[in-house]
């Protein structure tokens, strides 16, 4: 299936989770990841369970604090 991550189409399996996906993109620091799909926030604690479609539209955020 197919997935846009970050603004890149990309050919994934097929049922993969958000979990899997963190993993298999190699993403840094996944402690701290906050993932949207198709523009809509999902809990960390749904990263195992919730399954990918196709054509879904996957971003990995950071927030950063800071500042005086």
Known sequence: MKLTIAGEVK?????????ELIEQENVETPE???VSV???????EDFITQVLKNEDTI??????????
Do not use: C, P, R, S
């Open 38 to 44: 198709n523009d809509e926030f999902v809990k960390a």
């Open 32 to 34: 701290y990841v906050t």
């Open 11 to 19: 050919e994934v399996k097929d049922g993969i989770t958000i979990a």
């Open 59 to 68: 971003e990995f955020l950071y927030f950063m604090g800071g500042g005086q």
